[in-house]
């Protein structure tokens, strides 16, 4: 060993000794923070599953090769980061003699080809997401960029560092070239045998080189140790955990959507008979009162900004961005940690927990940040403002593009869970909702006697349950499907269409009551259980004695498809729903519905929240569509996962839009530059919202907003007829 060799031993040992010990400090650090969270029992389950998940996840990038090239060279770079540490762990024997590698693995020819072509992609990789980052920076003239709230030296940075040990990888095998100490051949390493034909035959070469690659790699290390928030670097190891600890993880996308999280207490399902406000958590008050998972997921997010490219409330000027909501959660609880682990932090009735001997020695930063209220505005410190918090739509677009699955809207809900249960405070135009929902069972406070006015003028009877028991799908008519009047078009010709398929149904007429959807998703969880289980009560009555694949629902409503299908589960309603585009496709498909005139004038389709992204059901109504125009659907190009909310989930239908633009106008003249005369729906919400935006674009004459079924029907019963123009709907 010479003298070169002895000092780069020294410096790659001192620099290594000093990164680990800050990098363990961190990492307990992070442990810590995150253990302050609550209990979630329920994410240890299905562990094979779990890591089946994480593996096609991570493995397979399955979320970012979404994103084509984009995904493509995050691979690489990924792939590049795993399998080249080993080549960093190579550096310290070539630090200390030139013919220095790895033991076993380090002279098979295999090992150098492989980390050859990896070396190779993992550059064209960094290189493309570098100029990526530049041609999206939040500086750049015009539009608004993903990257806008993103700590961007940080991304910088860690761009740089994979750049510069990627590159010092091959420059250290050049040198092994030039002295004549490289053990693979030419067609296994042609870049390395390159590099190496125009270095210099410098014996220490390899040694200094494979010293500057440590202390590259080591500082990288120290500067992430130091910035426990800097997610965009820290992501690489907390991705992992964060994807095998999702919600549900044999769910196909993002597992966050469908149904809500449960509203829990120490882990545990609430129950309103008993719970207690003294002794229960309502929602979330305090970022400590998130789930340890939500702690992770915070931790764990890159900044990367596809929730927020794709946020229909980001994309039209409201203050509401996904990701910003994340880490502005993140970094309050980081900054508040220090006060939580001495001890400190308020309890259910909002005294202090410390002692004074406990918070004495503690930072002003860290009390300061402590006396932050959750949700408040910019004049009272919050960490979240009211208006981002009740900006969200509830459209999981946020949750289907995130790569590390976290899962915004659970914890968006669980403050506004607090913010209404205990605070009583939301937007002052829900409350008249709310009410309606308690007193009247339905959002719009019509009269119970009139949920059967839709079957009035109908040429066939519709069956009730109780006064038929031969019945194959109990029809889920829903409030909007009963009472708002560009709705009911949809229930009367759904129920033509199993007449004419000759499919045995029945409703519940006055014994339906709203499925608590606006109700949960406003946070008023009280006000949804109350509605749940007595819509489980009188379900499960209607199909007693059925086993579960033969008490079947259809829905026209994708909330209520969703709620009665994912989340009454949780209040013992087990039943097979299926949307009405569903259903209509099967007939369809079977021959017991025929298409026999196409409607023309162009039709193009708009996925609706809570079917498409929240449930998976795109091809169905897609499939509907095409036999009754004979032909192609006219694609909008936000559709299927990446479909534009109308604005009107999360209870969003009963709250104004006072800031930015529309969301619903903004989806309609996505549909509108189409071309199509028809842009069909899904939904009774979608239909009202895109409804009401071709109105006040002054295009209700030329563009014509119809339920999937209503097309269909016009199709299977031309002389079927047409209907004039929409009436307002009710309290609209």
């Known amino acids: 060993m010479g003298s070169v060799q002895i000092v780069t031993t020294i410096l790659a040992a001192a620099i290594t000794a000093v990164a ?58 990924m792939a590049g980061f795993v399998v080249l540490s080993l080549l960093v762990l190579e550096a310290y024997f070539e630090v200390v003699t030139t013919d220095g590698g790895l033991p076993i693995i380090g002279h098979w020819t295999i090992f150098g080809l492989v980390t050859e072509i990896i070396g190779v992609l993992g550059l064209v990789g960094i290189l493309v997401l570098m100029a990526i980052r530049l041609r999206n920076r939040p500086t750049r003239p015009g539009g608004r960029s993903r990257f806008t709230g993103s700590t961007m030296w940080q991304g910088y940075f860690v761009e740089w560092i994979v750049l510069l040990v990627l590159i010092f990888g091959f420059v250290i095998r050049g040198f092994k070239v030039a002295t004549d100490h490289f053990e693979f051949p030419f067609w296994a390493t042609p870049v390395s045998h390159a590099v190496g034909a125009v270095l210099p035959d410098w014996a220490d070469g390899v040694s200094v080189a494979a010293a500057i690659k440590i202390i590259i790699s080591m500082t990288w290390l120290i500067v992430i140790s130091l910035n426990v928030t800097m997610g965009v670097a820290w992501h690489r190891f907390l991705a992992f955990p964060n994807i095998f600890f999702k919600r549900e993880p044999a769910k196909p996308a993002g597992s966050g959507l469908g149904a809500l999280r449960p509203m829990t207490s120490q882990g545990k399902p609430l129950d309103f008979e008993e719970a207690d406000p003294e002794k229960d958590q309502f929602g979330v008050a305090h970022v400590e009162q998130f789930s340890w998972k939500g702690l992770l997921d915070f931790s764990t997010c890159t900044e990367c900004g596809r929730c927020q490219s794709q946020c229909p409330a980001w994309n039209t000027g409201k203050p509401l961005s996904p990701k910003l909501l994340v880490l502005s959660l993140r970094d309050h609880a980081y900054a508040k940690a220090p006060y939580l682990l001495a001890g400190g932090g308020k ?33 009272e410190g919050g960490v979240i403002d009211p208006d981002v918090l009740w900006s969200c739509t509830t459209c999981g677009a946020c949750v289907e593009q995130c790569p590390v699955d976290i899962e915004h809207v659970d914890h968006i809900v669980d403050m506004r869970r607090y913010q209404v249960l205990i605070e009583s405070s939301f937007p002052s135009e829900a409350g008249v909702m709310l009410r309606n929902l308690e007193n009247k069972g339905n959002p719009w406070g019509a009269p119970q006697n009139t949920r059967e006015d839709w079957t009035k003028g109908l040429d066939f009877e519709v069956p009730r349950v109780g006064e038929v028991d031969d019945f194959e799908y109990l029809f889920w008519v829903g409030c909007a499907g009963a009472f708002e009047d560009r709705a009911k078009k949809t229930t009367r010709a759904v129920a033509t269409l199993l007449n004419e398929a000759g499919v045995k149904f029945a409703i519940l007429g006055e014994g339906e009551t709203c499925s608590g959807d606006p109700a949960r998703r406003i946070g008023n969880e009280f006000v949804f259980q109350m509605l749940a289980q007595q819509n489980v009560e009188t379900l499960n009555e209607a199909f007693e004695g059925r086993e579960k694949a033969k008490r079947k629902i259809v829905a026209t409503c994708p909330h209520c498809f969703n709620t009665l299908g994912n989340e009454y589960g949780q209040l013992g309603g087990e ?84 800031i930015g633009k529309r969301i619903n106008v903004d989806r309609v003249e996505e549909a509108m530059a189409t071309g199509a005369r028809t842009v069909a729906v899904g939904c009774p919400f979608c239909s009202t919202m895109l409804s009401d935006g071709v109105n006040g674009k002054g295009a209700g004459e030329q563009v014509e907003v119809i339920d999937v079924a209503t097309v269909l029907l016009r199709s299977v019963k031309p002389e079927q007829p047409q209907g004039g123009k929409e009436t307002a709907p009710i309290g609209g």
Not at 355 to 370: F, I
């Open 20 to 77: 680990v010990w800050l990098a363990v400090r961190a990492v307990l650090k992070m442990v810590a923070v995150i253990r302050l969270g609550q209990p979630a029992p329920e994410r240890f389950s299905d562990k094979v599953a779990r890591a089946r998940t994480m593996l096609v996840e991570t493995a397979g990038h399955t979320r970012m090769l979404k994103w084509g090239v984009v995904g493509a060279a995050h691979w690489f770079v």
């Open 347 to 379: 309890d259910l009735t909002g005294e202090e927990k410390a002692t004074q001997a406990q918070l004495a020695h503690l930072d002003v930063l860290a009390l300061a940040e402590a006396d932050k209220p959750l949700i408040g505005t910019a004049e």
């Open 575 to 658: 039943f097979e729903v299926v949307h009405h585009t569903q259903l209509l496709a099967h007939l369809v498909a079977t021959g017991k519905l025929t298409p026999v005139q196409p409607v023309d004038g162009g039709v193009t389709y708009h996925d609706p929240c809570y079917l498409g992204r929240h449930n998976r059901v795109f091809a169905a109504p897609r499939e509907v569509l095409g036999d009754a125009i004979a032909g192609d659907l006219t694609e909008m190009p936000r559709n299927s996962e990446r479909s534009f909310c109308c604005g009107a989930g999360g209870a969003r239908m009963w709250m104004e839009e006072k």
